[in-house]
T-cell receptor
Framework: KQEVTQIPAALSVPEGENLVLNCSFTDSAIYNLQWFRQDPGKGLTSLLLIQSSQREQTSGRLNASLDKSSGRSTLYIAASQPGDSATYLCAVVTGANNLFFGTGTRLTVIP | DTAVSQTPKYLVTQMGNDKSIKCEQNLGHDTMYWYKQDSKKFLKIMFSYNNKELIINETVPNRFSPKSPDKAHLNLHINSLELGDSAVYFC???????????????FGPGTRLTVL
């Protein structure tokens, strides 16, 4: 059974710092991996999707990497801003679009 | 302009009642989903619908029944509500049919259900 773990559970950084969020999964037979952002009362926002054949994806200040063989993904956020404060979720997608979510990392960027 | 919308945003009800949560997407997507987020913020998929066919049901009690009147709507009906049903429920949609490589899912804002 697929299990997804995110470390750390919570992270506080001063504004402007670069940071890395980690995600690991137990079964490497995935179609893709997605990173989401969750804001209170606003549901989930999809940030990046990495196909199983890819190693990284970039969107603005965000860069996500995928090492399928080792079951790991990282989300790199450059030059963090207070508006980046949210809970970040990674999810792996298996057959039939089953989405297995991690428990999230709560990020606080301090002005 | 909301892509995926849910109503109501908050729902407080007594044990034993029957309630529904509505979901609509205006993205023209083929597949819609319902997720339950527990108190530890863990999201689990409950159902997905493609072309009015249920394609995933992750051991959800049969008190929960998804109903899709058309491709743009997937409503969640819950009968005989129990205390353990209290959670935030998220609706989502994606473009792909189930046989193809999965695509990004777009989520609604969530519905916080509280059962007293």
């Amino acid at each position: 059974k697929q299990e997804v773990t995110q470390i750390p559970a919570a992270l506080s950084v001063p504004e402007g710092e670069n940071l890395v969020l980690n995600c690991s999964f137990t079964d490497s037979a995935i179609y893709n991996l997605q990173w989401f952002r969750q804001d209170p009362g606003k549901g989930l926002t999809s940030l990046l999707l990495i196909q199983s054949s890819q190693r990284e994806q970039t969107s603005g200040r965000l860069n996500a990497s995928l090492d399928k063989s080792s079951g790991r993904s990282t989300l790199y956020i450059a030059a963090s801003q207070p508006g980046d404060s949210a809970t970040y979720l990674c999810a792996v997608v298996t057959g039939a679009n089953n989405l297995f979510f991690g428990t999230g990392t709560r990020l606080t960027v301090i002005p | 302009d909301t892509a995926v919308s849910q109503t109501p945003k908050y729902l407080v009800t007594q044990m034993g009642n029957d309630k529904s949560i509505k979901c609509e997407q205006n993205l023209g997507h083929d597949t819609m989903y319902w997720y339950k987020q527990d108190s530890k913020k863990f999201l689990k998929i409950m159902f997905s619908y493609n072309n009015k066919e249920l394609i995933i049901n992750e051991t959800v009690p049969n008190r929960f029944s998804p109903k899709s009147p058309d491709k743009a709507h997937l409503n969640l009906h819950i009968n005989s509500l129990e205390l353990g049903d209290s959670a935030v429920y998220f609706c989502a949609s994606s473009q792909d049919p189930p046989a193809s490589q999965p695509d990004t899912q777009y989520f609604g804002p969530g519905t916080r259900l509280t059962v007293l």
